[in-house]
């Protein structure tokens, strides 16, 4: 953002603003005031500013950025993987009756496992490192990645199709030229689910299996009686999960101006 | 040599995709002269989007055959251009990358192709519009640049479904009189399909009248009008109501029963 910008923010855009976020403001200033005034057992609920305490120092101390590395390395990996996967094969389901025989009733199959169940699985298997945990995230985000890219380039409009045909694209070239720019919302609506879901299976992994990362660190507070790291990270967990959706929309906005 | 002949000898199409088939068409024959307007009314589900489909070589003929300049259609090719009743424009390509697509997808250098497109883009009123997308415009816009873009890859047949259908009444008759102009201009040969009497009648030089479902060849009718008047002289003339009257009655034994 450029200064000029932020010189120009009037009053109106400040009561704007805080209109937008009042209820927010209202459960922290609860949050503080009910832990102050010793309602509830500091452990259960530590106050805000002894959180944000703990967060500053888990930060410098760089235990919490390390932590959110690993997490976002292992999630991002494993999202890579299923997006690689997931929407080229997702697209050929749609477009080839071959390859939609064959992997149909695999998505039926897959798509409904609870992903989290394939844990312990996966632990037997793959042990517990940061290979066991991308892999999982893989498998569990191929699913929505593949589901929406193959229901998106079925619902590719015929007469866009046969306007590709008629003005001289060969048949071999329609994928390109029309299956993907027009599933392209839809593919990128899979992406967008299957963020989250990344965040979530590499965080259940770490609490149960360790190894570091957010979600071991957030277990790490529980097991110490250090309720502040528990919140503390939980609240880098949703900071981390607002602004990685935030920069999805603004990605996609950018994408798909035409859509 | 670059003619536009369409003959159809006792067509028959049958869909197949459902569980019952649909016979569509049904021992359906006519001739479409070189450079030819030629009008195509009936009723609705009567088959006439089907047989413009079945000219345009996105659909096979179950029996009999469709010839293009005494070749047989097998399947879409650049000498017929389909101007469709929903646009079926490319949401994700600008006006202007829409017009270029089919210049470019024939192999046509690029400053070439910018050139011939800008001149169809003028000639159908859409100049500052070139880098506005599809959902930007409105229905007659949107149909104007359908039209520009089957019209820059130059086909010497234009197929066109119903293509005002959705337009407001001065809307449609100022795209009817440019689409006579051009008509004129470049020598096309026109399938022109409407569900407009008064359309099928002021456009064409013949119209062709189908039966209801499944729809084929009831009447052909030859109209003969002075076309070197303007509209309100056609319109207002005694040749012009007695046309449109003698097509009303045969449509009309056509729609009665089945209302
Ligand atoms: N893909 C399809 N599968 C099965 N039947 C179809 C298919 N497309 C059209 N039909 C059937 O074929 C018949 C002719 O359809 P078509 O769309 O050609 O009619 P139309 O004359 O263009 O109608 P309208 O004036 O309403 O546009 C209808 O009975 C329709 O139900
Ligand atoms: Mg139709």
Redesign the interface.
């Known amino acids: 953002m450029d200064v000029t910008n932020i010189a120009r923010i009037s009053r109106h855009d400040v009561v704007e603003g805080a209109k937008s976020i009042y209820s927010l403001i209202l459960l922290i200033a609860l949050w503080e005031l009910i832990t102050q005034a010793g309602l509830i057992h500091y452990y259960f609920l530590p106050p805000l500013s002894d959180v944000l305490i703990e967060g500053y120092e888990l930060t410098v101390s760089g235990e919490m950025i390390q932590a959110s590395l690993l997490t976002l390395k292992r999630a991002f990996l494993g999202l890579l993987i299923a997006t690689v996967l997931g929407v080229p094969i997702g697209i050929l389901i749609a477009r080839n009756r071959f390859v939609g025989w064959f992997f149909d009733p695999i998505i039926t199959i897959g798509y409904p496992v609870p992903i989290i169940s394939l844990i312990p699985v996966f632990m037997l298997w793959f042990g517990i490192g940061d290979v066991s945990k991308i892999i999982l995230v893989g498998v569990g985000t191929f699913w929505p990645i593949a589901i929406n890219a193959r229901n998106s380039a079925r619902a590719v409009n015929q007469n866009l199709i046969w306007s590709a045909r008629m003005m001289g694209t060969p048949k071999r070239n329609l994928v390109w030229k029309v299956v993907v720019p027009d599933a392209a919302p839809g593919v990128l609506t899979g992406i967008q689910i299957a963020l989250p879901l990344s965040l979530i299976i590499t965080f259940v992994f770490e609490m149960v299996a360790g190894g570091g990362g957010l979600g071991h660190l957030e277990i790490q507070g529980v097991r110490s009686f250090t309720s502040t790291q528990t919140y503390a990270t939980l609240i880098a967990i949703m900071l981390i999960g607002f602004v990685l959706d935030g920069t999805l929309r603004k990605i996609r906005r950018r994408l798909l101006r035409w859509a | 040599m670059n003619e536009g002949r369409v003959i159809a000898s006792n067509v028959e199409k049958v869909y197949r995709s459902e569980r019952t088939p649909t016979t569509a068409i049904e021992d359906l024959s006519f001739e479409v002269g070189d450079g030819e307007f030629f009008s195509v009314v009936g009723p609705s589900g009567c088959g006439k989007s089907t047989l413009l489909?079945l000219i345009?070589?996105?659909l096979d003929v179950t029996s009999g055959m469709i010839t293009v300049n005494d070749h047989a259609v097998e399947?879409?090719?650049?000498d017929?251009?389909?101007v469709?009743q929903?646009y079926?424009?490319?949401?994700?390509?600008?006006v202007m990358g829409n017009v270029t697509?089919?210049l470019a997808?024939?192999g046509v250098p690029k400053d070439e192709r910018r050139e011939t497109a800008q001149h169809f883009i003028d000639t159908m009123g859409l100049d500052g519009f070139e880098d506005t997308?599809?959902?930007e415009l409105s229905g007659g816009m949107k149909q104007r640049v359908g039209l520009a873009?089957t019209l820059a890859?130059d086909?010497k047949i234009l197929l066109m479904d119903e293509p005002f259908g959705a337009l407001d009444q001065p809307l449609r008759e100022a795209l009817q009189d440019n689409l006579l102009d051009i008509w004129r201009e470049l020598g096309k040969t026109v399938v022109f399909i409407t569900h407009d009497v008064e359309e099928a009648v002021y456009l064409s030089e013949r119209v062709l009248i189908m039966t209801r479902h499944p729809g084929t060849r009831k009447q052909v009718i030859d109209i003969d009008l002075d076309r070197t008047q303007d509209r309100e002289a056609i319109i207002t003339s005694e040749e012009f109501t007695e046309t449109k009257n003698e097509v009303w009655r045969s449509l009309r034994e056509e729609t009665k029963h089945t209302v």
Do not use: I, M, S
């Open positions: 489909y345009a070589g996105f399947g879409p090719g650049t017929r251009g389909v469709f929903d079926a424009l490319f949401p994700w390509k600008t697509y089919g997808e024939n997308y599809p959902k873009r890859y086909p």
